[in-house]
């Protein structure tokens, strides 16, 4: 029923499973000994962070964050808004920040300088997906599972309008359905 609106499969469930398993077990070794809060923003980053974590065989915490930058539309407004914050004190601790997309960059790169500015040990970001032609400042994910183009993608956490998030891809939505 979903995939009606979908005019491209961009990156099938088997593809990014094979990358979470591959991230997971360089993550596995990276962090080995560092103990990690992995911090998920939601809600976009939630099927990849179930997915990335199995794939991690060291000592990780989970925490979640609520920001909000795209306000129910296609493009980024650059808004900023911690709506949930951690729960815990990041001071000395290492921060891997688990995203579905960095498109703007604007979400990431408050969310570093703020965990910078709390004395985070490291802040650091992994990403399902980057879109490099839509970058308005500058930050690189530390880890990307695949870079996408300059498309209106849905799937594996991506909504529109809150729909599509179900998808176990991701896809490039038609464009008539946001433009009706
Ligand atoms: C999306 C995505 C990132 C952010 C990336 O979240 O999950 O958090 O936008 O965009 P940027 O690089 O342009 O800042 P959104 O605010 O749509 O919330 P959601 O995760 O609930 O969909």
Same mark, same amino acid.
């Given at each position: 029923m979903l995939e009606k609106d979908i005019k491209k499969v961009l990156i099938s469930h088997d593809e @990014?499973? *094979? *990358?979470? /398993? !591959? $991230?997971?077990?360089? $993550?596995?070794? =990276?962090?080995? &000994?560092k103990n990690p809060i992995l911090v998920g923003v939601l809600k976009g980053s939630v099927p990849f962070m179930a997915e990335l974590i199995k794939h991690i065989d060291t000592h990780i915490e989970l925490d979640f964050m609520i920001v909000s930058s795209y306000h129910g539309g296609t493009s980024s407004s650059g808004v900023i808004n911690v709506k949930k914050d951690v729960d815990q004190d990041v001071a000395g601790r290492h921060i891997l920040f688990i995203e579905d997309i960095i498109d703007t960059g604007k979400t990431l790169k408050n969310l570093c300088e703020m965990f910078k500015d709390r004395n985070a040990a490291s802040v650091k970001i992994a990403t399902l997906l980057d879109k490099p032609e839509g970058r308005l400042v500058e930050i690189e994910a530390d880890y990307t599972c695949f870079t996408i183009p300059n498309e209106f993608v849905v799937g594996y &956490? $991506? =909504?529109? #309008?809150?729909?599509?998030?179900? $998808?176990?891809?991701?896809? @490039?939505? !038609?464009?008539? #359905?946001?433009? /009706?």
């Open positions: @990014i499973v *094979a *990358a979470a /398993k !591959k $991230l997971g077990a360089q $993550l596995t070794e =990276d962090y080995h &000994g &956490g $991506l =909504d529109y #309008v809150e729909n599509y998030r179900n $998808l176990p891809y991701v896809g @490039i939505l !038609k464009e008539e #359905v946001y433009t /009706k």
